[in-house]
């Protein structure tokens, strides 16, 4: 089992724990907004068990039946992790309407307060754990899944403040008020992921600062080569897909045009390690109405005079 997946799997038994000690509580002492967390961490632990079953997927090599790989599965994992979520938030401000139209009181806060703590405590370790190994894997499953505890955190404490409140001054309805206020933030978290996630689905390109440091890359190599255009981006899981044309002068001699694209590879793997990069050489049309015609000419003499120490 990989880092990935075995961090996934540390979140499924974090929240497999809460859950029930969540649920237990909020019965016990008849709270809504202890009793939405509770349903708050189940839609976690779905989200859990897809994140740690859509990274063992994705880590997959690529096959005859999907050449670009797997990534994709991680993707697909965190749309639907958001729509879970999005969706318990509904349920939580269903309940919380119910709890303001028949008036229960809530009991015995001490016990709601501790599990509120003890939650909060436990879903800021696991949720450093799984940002970190994310940010190395550049996993947006396990992201997605650090966001849910994230968010798991500030609600739990937003709902430790609702009970204190409570405690002070006697107020119940302050209960479903906090349960809504959870389910507001959740929603807000949903919609976020939703868009992160999803939006990879449709191939759209690579943030406009990365598409940057790949051009500047390019551009380091220009002594080499005419133009480039036509460069296309697109992410899948934690893999990154780049394909570029590069024009270089006609009588461009073909082992120095592959090494040319070698090292333009080379510099932009190691700034993203797990980039597919496909480069499309095309020869530069020189003639007397080209306008490039001169630059040719002095990339030509260039290689010239430079055929014995030549470097990229």
């Known amino acids: 089992m990989d880092i990935k997946s075995k961090t996934a799997a540390l979140s499924v ?16 002492i008849n709270s809504v ?13 779905i989200a859990a068990m897809i994140a740690f ?86 996993s947006v499953a396990l992201e997605a899944d650090a966001l849910h505890l994230r968010t798991d955190v500030y609600t739990s404490g937003g709902i430790v403040l609702g009970l204190v409140a409570i405690q002070i001054t006697g107020y119940h309805w302050l ?35 990365e598409e940057t440091a790949i051009k500047e890359i390019i ?9 480039f255009h036509e460069l296309r981006t697109r992410k899948s899981g934690s893999e990154r897909h780049i394909d570029l044309h590069l024009v270089v002068p006609k009588y461009h001699h073909v082992q120095d045009a592959y090494e ?7 510099d932009i793997l190691k700034i993203f390690p797990k980039a597919h990069v496909l480069i499309h050489l095309e020869p530069c049309e020189c003639d007397e109405t080209c306008e490039k015609g001169n630059e040719c000419k002095k990339i030509q003499n260039y290689e ?8 990229f």
Not at 13 to 28: D, M, P, Q, R
Not at 219 to 227: K, T
């Open 219 to 227: 551009e380091r190599h220009s002594a080499w080569f005419v133009d």
């Open 33 to 45: 907004s202890v009793i939405s967390e509770a349903v708050h961490s189940a839609s976690d632990l």
């Open 53 to 138: 079953f859509s990274v063992k997927a994705a880590s997959k090599p690529a096959d005859e039946e999907h050449k670009y790989g797997h990534g994709k599965f991680e993707n697909i994992a965190a749309t639907i992790e958001a729509i879970l979520i999005f969706a318990a938030a509904a349920w939580i401000i269903y309940e919380a309407y119910n709890k303001f139209t028949e008036d229960l009181e809530v009991e015995f806060l001490l016990p709601g307060i501790i599990v509120m703590l003890i939650s909060a405590a436990v879903n800021m370790l696991v949720s450093n754990r799984l940002y970190s190994v994310a940010k190395k894997t550049d």
């Open 304 to 311: 010239l005079d430079n055929k014995d120490k030549k470097e």
């Open 13 to 28: 038994i974090s929240n497999v724990t809460l859950v029930i000690i969540k649920l237990a509580v909020g019965l016990y």
């Open 260 to 266: 040319m694209c070698n090292h333009i590879k080379t």
């Open 175 to 209: 209960d479903p008020v906090f349960a809504i206020f959870v389910a507001l933030l959740i929603i807000k978290a949903s919609i976020k992921l939703f868009k992160e996630a999803f939006l990879p689905l449709l191939d759209v390109k690579l943030p406009e600062s």
